[in-house]
């Protein structure tokens, strides 16, 4: 059974930092991308940032570059996103997901939209107040 969980999320003041972590299971890693997507109320949901176990690719969105860093323990089957500097528009439903390469696709290029999201974590809330 394919399992994400995610946690490490809470409230934290403008300009502070949070690590969240995805915990997977039943599925080999390699064959996947795992991604961090974000909801907020009434937006629709992003995502912020991916990544490859198998070649350490990483993929940024640009609301997010410099300031969270994406990782991942390959030991532990764990992905972690590291945010600083956090704003209250940083405030959302915070997901993690694997995703399988879309057929025709490459993994020479790596971006989220090459890939189908199959496997969802039930998400964790991060509020940053001001």
């Known amino acids: 059974e394919v399992q994400l969980v995610e946690s490490g999320g809470g409230l934290v003041q403008a300009g502070g930092s949070l690590r969240l972590s995805c915990a997977a299971s039943g599925f080999s890693f390699d064959d996947y991308a795992i991604g961090w997507f974000r909801q907020a109320p009434g937006k629709e949901r992003e995502v912020i940032s991916s990544i490859a176990h198998r070649d350490g690719s990483t993929y940024y969105a640009d609301s997010v570059k410099g300031r969270f860093?994406?990782?991942?323990?390959?030991?532990?089957?764990?992905?972690?996103?590291?945010?600083?500097?956090?704003?209250?528009?940083?405030?959302?439903?915070y997901y993690c997901a694997a995703g399988a390469l879309k057929y025709g696709s490459s993994w020479d290029v790596f971006a989220p939209r090459l890939f189908e999201f199959h496997y969802w974590g039930q998400g964790t809330q991060v509020t940053v107040s001001s």
């Open 69 to 93: 860093a994406i990782s991942s323990n390959n030991a532990k089957n764990t992905v972690y996103l590291q945010m600083n500097s956090l704003s209250p528009g940083d405030t959302a439903v």
